[in-house]
């Protein structure tokens, strides 16, 4: 069976997260690993890593998102749209990938599943996110 690559792998997370969302707003019990592999059969460490540390981080990644979204909060963007943005927002902060992969990989998924201002509105959050980390690191 063949690998995916990095940019599928982030599709699948998007999918999972996406889903749990639904299922947490409408108050819909389930098994995170079962949603896992129900979207991504084959074991995967990184779907694992940035699913299980969004769904723990969630309402840390939400207040970082709401302080640099303007004059708007991350629940009132789209299911997609905040899957996108809580993915890559956990990315940035937690993990090793290249900053600049990140904020690619999350503008690509949002031409596909969002709409203009939201693909905006995204590029923009991570944007002072990933300056806001580099001033820090000074």
Known sequence: MEQLTRSELRKNIMTILYQTNIYNLNKIKYDLDEIIKEVNPIDNEFVKDIVYGVTTKINEIDAIANKYLNKWTIDRLGNTDQAILRMSIYELLYTDTPD???????????KLYSDEDVKNMI????????????????
């Open 100 to 110: 600049i992969v990140v904020i690619n990989e999350a503008i690509e998924l949002a």
């Open 123 to 138: 590029n923009s959050v991570l944007d002072k996110i990933y300056h806001n980390k580099v001033d820090n690191n000074e």
